[in-house]
């Protein structure tokens, strides 16, 4: 069975900590998304990466980064948490054709900023 | 840009009554849809999906209907069960990427 795993479900951190959330996939898939989700306002994308190395920004980048060292890790970084980055925020991937094919999303991490 | 919108937030129905879930979306070149379910406390999973070359899909339980001309489609789920509570999304694939709704919550009444 495919799997995206995200390392953490729950996370409490200060305001203007460095914040990792880590998410690993077992499928060989080469796109991988970063989004958040927010009563009334549905699954936002933060950011995708189709390859290694490779970066894009999505409608709500300000405030986090990301990292794809390697084909089947993909890492969302905020920079310095603040509390409107409390959130569920969601990994998925999806084949290189994505447009053909559905996205497997992770279990989410439930991010708490205080 | 695209705009996906479902109709209502909440949905409750009666156990063994089929359920009807719809969405709008906005972008006319949109040419991919999918269905997600989202139990509490995990991720969406894919539930069918449907190409802008179909108006009509079905899968075990659920039908997806596509009407590319009032830009709407709709997620029928048949005989209605305790375990179909949770939140569905629609998902509208144009313009290179995936655009979700924001969601509805289905109960089901036992």
């Known amino acids: 069975d495919v799997k995206v795993t995200q390392s953490s479900r729950y996370l409490v951190k200060r305001t203007g900590e460095k914040v990792f959330l880590e998410c690993v996939q077992d499928m060989d898939h080469e796109n991988m998304f970063w989004y958040r989700q927010d009563p009334g306002l549905g699954l936002r994308l933060i950011y995708f990466s189709y390859d290694v190395k490779m970066k894009e920004k999505g409608d709500i980048p300000e405030g986090y980064s990301v990292s794809r060292e390697k084909k089947e890790r993909f890492s969302l970084i905020l920079e310095s948490a603040s509390t409107n980055q409390t959130s569920m925020y969601l990994c998925?991937?999806?084949?290189?054709?994505?447009?053909?094919?559905?996205?497997?999303f992770g279990s989410g991490t439930r991010l708490t900023v205080v | 840009g695209e705009s996906v919108g479902l109709h209502l937030p909440t949905l409750s129905v009666q156990e063994g009554d089929n359920s009807i879930i719809n969405c709008a979306y906005s972008?006319?070149?949109?040419?991919?849809f999918i269905w997600y379910k989202q139990e509490s406390g995990k991720g969406p999973q894919f539930i069918i999906d449907?190409?802008?070359?179909?108006d009509k899909r079905q899968g075990q339980r659920v039908t997806v209907l596509l009407n590319k001309t009032v830009k709407h489609l709709s997620l029928q789920i048949a005989a209605t069960q305790p375990g179909d509570s949770a939140v569905y999304f629609c998902a509208v694939f144009g313009n290179e990427k995936l655009t979700f709704g924001t969601g509805t919550r289905l109960t089901i009444i036992p």
């Open positions: 998925a991937s999806s084949l290189a054709s994505g447009r053909l094919y559905g996205y497997t």
């Open positions: 449907i190409r802008s070359n179909m």
């Open positions: 972008n006319s070149a949109s040419d991919y």
